[in-house]
């Protein structure tokens, strides 16, 4: 079983950039496809980003973060990470990784998904 453990979050103005970390531990998680998702207060959790396991990975994006997230990964070191840019205040969410052995599984957030705590990012206006 895989545990899972974000950070990086914190308090940013609109326009700036954080970069959210996630660390991999019990199980190596080079044959496990990765992912970012966020849930906002009173909001369901949504997706933000996925990528593939394989060295030449596949990367999705939800429209909303499209040009501004980038999702990328090292699989030598068990981590997955989410750099982030203009920032919006509607960005403002909790942020969780996640793990799946189906990319399908991972981007409509079905069942069997190994989940982090999440950290907090606020965007200031």
């Known amino acids: 079983q895989v545990q899972l453990v974000e950070s990086g979050g914190g308090l940013v103005q609109a326009g700036g950039s954080l970069r959210l970390s996630c660390a991999a531990s019990?199980?190596?998680?080079?044959?496990?496809?990765m992912g970012w998702f966020r849930q906002a207060p009173g909001k369901e959790r949504e997706f933000v980003a996925a990528?593939?396991?394989?060295?030449?990975?596949?990367?999705y994006y939800a429209d909303s973060v499209k040009g501004r997230f980038t999702i990328s990964r090292d699989n030598t070191k068990n981590l997955i990470y989410l750099q982030m840019g203009s920032l919006k205040p509607e960005d403002t969410a909790v942020y969780h990784c996640?793990?799946?052995?189906?990319?399908?599984?991972?981007?409509?957030?079905?069942?069997?998904?190994?989940w982090g705590q999440g950290t907090q990012v606020t965007v200031s206006s």
């Open positions: 996640a793990a799946a052995t189906s990319i399908a599984t991972l981007r409509q957030i079905g069942p069997d998904i190994t």
């Open positions: 019990g199980r190596t998680v080079r044959h496990l496809h």
């Open positions: 990528i593939t396991w394989s060295d030449g990975a596949t990367t």
